[in-house]
């Protein structure tokens, strides 16, 4: 048997619903299992939905109805890396749009209190260059931004 790591992501009691809106977000992304409570739980009875096995972008997660012990913060995010402003846009629209809140830098939380970073590659690619004028410029220029304004990354590239 080969060794897996599977994500486990904690919700109240919408995993489904969470799931649902990731697959229809997200390219690469489904629900491919719905699993019961054999029995009642802490958080619920028998027959609920208790876990929802989907992917993200072609990450496998798992989805727990574990009930409101637990709540989601920015120690732990999902870093999607984008290809262009469209797509930068559509995704933090989605999310923000759906519920969601806009925080800094590229991040902002889904309606279910899960963090997202919705980043360019090519910001990060910036951030992290060897060239370190470079890379300070891109950053000073992302650090005022909730979502990232592509145009405005370059400008700062260019030196401009």
Known sequence: MTVRNIICVWYDKEALAAATFYANTFPDSAVTAVHHAPGD???????AVLTVEFTVCGVACVGLNGGPAFKHNEAFSFQIQTADQAETDRLWNAIVGNGGQESDCGWCKDRWGVSWQISPRMLIEAVT????????RAFNAMMPMKKIDIATIEAAIAGT
């Open 41 to 47: 739980y802490p958080a619920g009875q028998e027959g």
């Open 129 to 136: 260059s060897t060239d370190k004028a470079l890379a300070k």
